[in-house]
């Protein structure tokens, strides 16, 4: 992976447009950017897109989803870090938010210069094999590593995601010794383990789950707290012997720090309305296997910072750095 330093991340602060694209402009609608760090696609996207419009709706303005991709999310957070506290412009975000201040010298002081709004929900990690390779559970996993450590590799979205701490964790838990392979997104990690190039694959239910559910992988471990309702079968890390071991991929919204708060629960009130619509929740929940929290911003501070609590601490006593 390309070496993610403080230069980087100003570099491509400096090169994305300084302006939002084109959009119709009233003196009575103003216009809000909806920040997403990541390109469009994913898991975050789509939470910003579907809300858009009810939002429009319920806050009388131009609402203009910006994807601002790269440095595993650190460029687009930079910028909202850095835009004014008009209440203006919001950061969606992914659970690579909480592990970035300790992977790479960022511009800016995630707990200070962002200030949370909402918790809008999470889903347990899957971990999943081919079915022609010999695992069918995690015991199988632990048998063969013990045998020949650095046997068994796992497929993640890149060095230092939620994914693949959660399998350093449980790899520390075991006693065993895995072989991370990182890749540049989820796309090329399945289509590695799909082709039978890894040994397993650690994702998000929402990426791995249809891949279980038509047969084209075996799922292994569901790192929650209980089973996924499509795949019920699929022990848990604690139905496999980790005690309260839980670990999630998790989404959320934060502003530029200074926000006024009025500002943030207005926001935060009407996000809960229009995301608990039927239709918008049905979607997220079926399709990406998301649990809606709808927490605001003090749930929100609370996760976050066990979070960081949780995955400090292992980037450095594994020293994992972003570009390996």
Same mark, same amino acid.
């Given at each position: 992976?390309?070496?993610?330093?403080?230069?980087? *991340?100003?570099?491509?602060?400096?090169?994305?447009?300084?302006?939002?694209?084109?959009?119709?402009? =009233?003196?009575?609608?103003?216009?809000?950017?909806?920040?997403?760090?990541?390109?469009?696609?994913?898991?975050?996207?789509? +939470?910003?897109?579907?809300?858009?419009?009810?939002?429009?709706? /319920?806050?009388?303005?131009?609402?203009?989803?910006?994807?601002?991709?790269?440095?595993?999310?650190?460029?687009?957070?930079?910028?909202?870090?850095?835009?004014?506290?008009?209440?203006?412009?919001?950061?969606?975000?992914?659970?690579? %938010?909480?592990?970035?201040?300790?992977?790479?010298?960022?511009?800016?002081?995630?707990? /200070?210069?962002?200030?949370?709004?909402?918790?809008?929900?999470?889903?347990?990690?899957?971990?999943?094999? %081919?079915?022609?390779?010999?695992?069918?559970?995690?015991?199988?996993?632990?048998?063969?590593?013990?045998?020949?450590?650095?046997?068994?590799?796992?497929?993640?979205?890149?060095?230092?995601?939620?994914?693949?701490?959660?399998?350093?964790?449980?790899?520390?838990?075991?006693? +065993?010794?895995?072989? %991370?392979?990182?890749?540049?997104?989820?796309?090329?990690?399945?289509?590695?383990?799909?082709?039978?190039?890894?040994?397993?694959? *650690?994702?998000?239910?929402?990426?791995?789950?249809?891949?279980?559910? =038509?047969? /084209?992988?075996?799922?292994?471990?569901?790192?929650?707290?209980?089973?996924?309702?499509?795949?019920?079968?699929?022990?848990?890390?604690?139905?496999?012997?980790?005690?309260?071991?839980?670990?999630?991929?998790?989404?959320?919204?934060?502003?530029?720090?200074?926000?006024?708060?009025?500002?943030?629960?207005?926001?935060?009130?009407?996000?809960?309305?229009?995301?608990?619509?039927? /239709?918008?929740?049905?979607?997220? =929940?079926?399709?990406?296997?998301?649990?809606?929290?709808?927490?605001?911003?003090?749930?929100?501070?609370?996760?976050?910072?066990?979070?960081?609590?949780?995955?400090?601490?292992? *980037?450095?006593?594994?020293? +994992?750095?972003?570009?390996?």
């Amino acid at each position: 992976m390309t070496k993610l330093t403080r230069r980087t *991340i100003l570099a491509g602060i400096a090169a994305a447009p300084l302006a939002a694209p084109a959009v119709a402009r =009233s003196q009575s609608a103003p216009v809000m950017r909806f920040v997403v760090p990541f390109p469009p696609g994913g898991t975050v996207d789509p +939470i910003a897109r579907l809300s858009q419009p009810g939002m429009q709706e /319920k806050l009388g303005a131009t609402i203009v989803v910006d994807n601002r991709p790269g440095a595993s999310g650190s460029i687009g957070s930079a910028q909202v870090a850095k835009s004014p506290p008009d209440g203006n412009t919001w950061l969606f975000v992914f659970d690579t %938010h909480a592990a970035n201040p300790f992977l790479m010298n960022l511009p800016f002081d995630t707990e /200070k210069d962002l200030a949370p709004v909402m918790l809008i929900g999470r889903a347990p990690y899957l971990l999943a094999s %081919h079915p022609d390779k010999p695992y069918n559970s995690f015991a199988d996993i632990v048998k063969a590593s013990k045998a020949k450590p650095g046997s068994v590799s796992f497929a993640t979205v890149g060095a230092g995601s939620v994914g693949h701490l959660a399998m350093v964790m449980l790899g520390k838990r075991a006693g +065993i010794q895995l072989t %991370h392979v990182p890749y540049r997104g989820g796309g090329p990690a399945m289509a590695a383990t799909l082709g039978g190039q890894v040994e397993t694959i *650690i994702g998000s239910a929402a990426l791995a789950t249809p891949q279980v559910v =038509s047969g /084209k992988l075996k799922g292994i471990l569901n790192t929650g707290a209980s089973p996924l309702k499509a795949l019920p079968n699929v022990q848990t890390a604690q139905q496999a012997g980790f005690d309260n071991f839980e670990t999630y991929a998790w989404w959320g919204v934060f502003a530029p720090g200074g926000t006024p708060q009025p500002v943030i629960d207005r926001f935060a009130t009407a996000l809960r309305e229009v995301l608990s619509q039927e /239709k918008i929740s049905r979607q997220l =929940s079926e399709q990406q296997q998301i649990e809606m929290v709808l927490g605001g911003p003090e749930e929100l501070r609370k996760f976050f910072t066990q979070q960081m609590q949780t995955w400090g601490p292992i *980037i450095k006593e594994e020293n +994992i750095k972003a570009d390996q």
